[in-house]
């Protein structure tokens, strides 16, 4: 970030109103933050302050000014007393200030003692990523997936028992051939022998569970002591199914989640002693370790 006063009003303002936005009331959520505030003094001075919002809640209308200042070093008890000039003789301005730097004792004391806030807004930095007792948190996570796809039945030859079917139907297998139509996902075998029953879609799904040496074209028969073969509304005792399928090989994929490119800013409160993260998409108060 550039050593612009302008840029940090900017920084402080978009933070803020992230803040805004994540608070569960609607009132907050639709703050509008006017940068360069001018307000007239009750001698008709008009101040210019970096920040100002103000909103309405039960009748109440709460007016809240923050200076930016985007100090290389800490701010001394000078500013304080500024801010506290600006603001004596204009009624019910709650006083913020915050800089990236920090505040210098006497600061603090004297924006203690005239319920000044004190803000630390700045970029984040290691100690972010870390608690109080310097356990580390979760910055990069690194997920290696390995995508096996279901195999591909190319073509399901059913052997069927002649005999089952000359005394159960009325199919006439007299030349020893019959035309069979089957979709995958229509068509299941009934293994009665196992208790199972499972669609062509499925066994496509058993099918490529074989380890990667298994991806190509491939073969099998499966043999039934007592087994069926549904298609539509045919029921027909199968025998054996002579099987050629395909798998693929597996899709090796790997992700780089980086949290810390989510994290757009820092927030400390010095008089609560607490800090909140601003992330991209969340807000997380009470964030990592107090500095």
Same mark, same amino acid.
């Given at each position: 970030?550039? @050593?612009?006063?302008?840029?940090? *009003? ?26 360069? !505030?001018? %307000? ?33 070093? !800490?701010?001394?008890?000078? !500013?304080?007393?500024?801010? &506290? ?5 204009? +009624?019910?301005?709650? +006083? ?15 924006? =203690? ?20 007792? $310097? ?33 159960? #139907?009325? %199919?006439?297998?007299? @030349?020893? @051939?019959? =035309?069979?139509?089957?979709? @995958? ?17 499925? &066994? *496509?799904?058993? &099918? ?35 099987? #050629? ?7 090796? =994929? ?6 810390? !490119?989510? &994290?757009? $800013? ?9 800090? #909140? ?15």
């Amino acid at each position: 970030m550039s @050593n612009s006063g302008r840029d940090y *009003e900017e920084f402080v303002a978009s933070l803020q109103k992230a803040l805004f936005e994540s608070e569960k009331w609607t009132e907050l959520r639709n703050i509008q933050i006017e940068k360069n !505030k001018k %307000i007239k003094d009750n001698s008709g001075i008009l101040r210019e302050f970096d920040l100002y919002w103000e909103y309405e809640l039960a009748g109440i209308t709460y007016k809240t000014v923050i200076e930016c200042k985007d100090y290389a070093s !800490k701010v001394s008890i000078e !500013k304080i007393d500024a801010l &506290l000039g600006k603001i004596r003789d204009i +009624p019910d301005l709650k +006083p913020i200030f915050a800089t990236k730097t920090g505040y210098q004792s006497g600061a603090k004391i004297k924006a =203690q003692n005239n319920r000044v806030e004190l803000l630390i807004v700045r970029e984040q930095k290691d100690t972010d990523w870390e608690l109080e007792d $310097g356990t580390p948190l979760i910055k990069e996570v690194m997920i290696s997936m390995q995508v096996i796809s279901a195999a591909r039945i190319i073509s399901f030859t059913p052997k069927i028992d002649g005999n089952w079917v000359k005394e159960n #139907t009325e %199919i006439d297998v007299s @030349n020893g @051939n019959f =035309q069979l139509n089957m979709r @995958n996902d229509m068509t299941f075998i009934e293994d009665v022998g196992k208790s199972e029953e499972y669609s062509l879609l499925a &066994l *496509e799904e058993r &099918l490529g569970r074989g380890a990667e040496m298994d991806f190509g074209e491939r073969s099998l028969t499966l043999t039934f002591d007592n087994a069926f073969l549904h298609c539509g509304d045919m029921k027909l005792k199968m025998l054996a199914a002579d099987i #050629t399928y395909f798998v693929s090989k597996p899709i090796e =994929q790997s992700i780089h989640i980086d949290f810390s !490119k989510e &994290l757009i $800013g820092v927030i400390e409160y010095l008089g609560k002693s607490s800090k #909140t993260a601003i992330f991209k998409e969340r807000v997380v108060k009470g964030w990592g370790s107090q500095t």
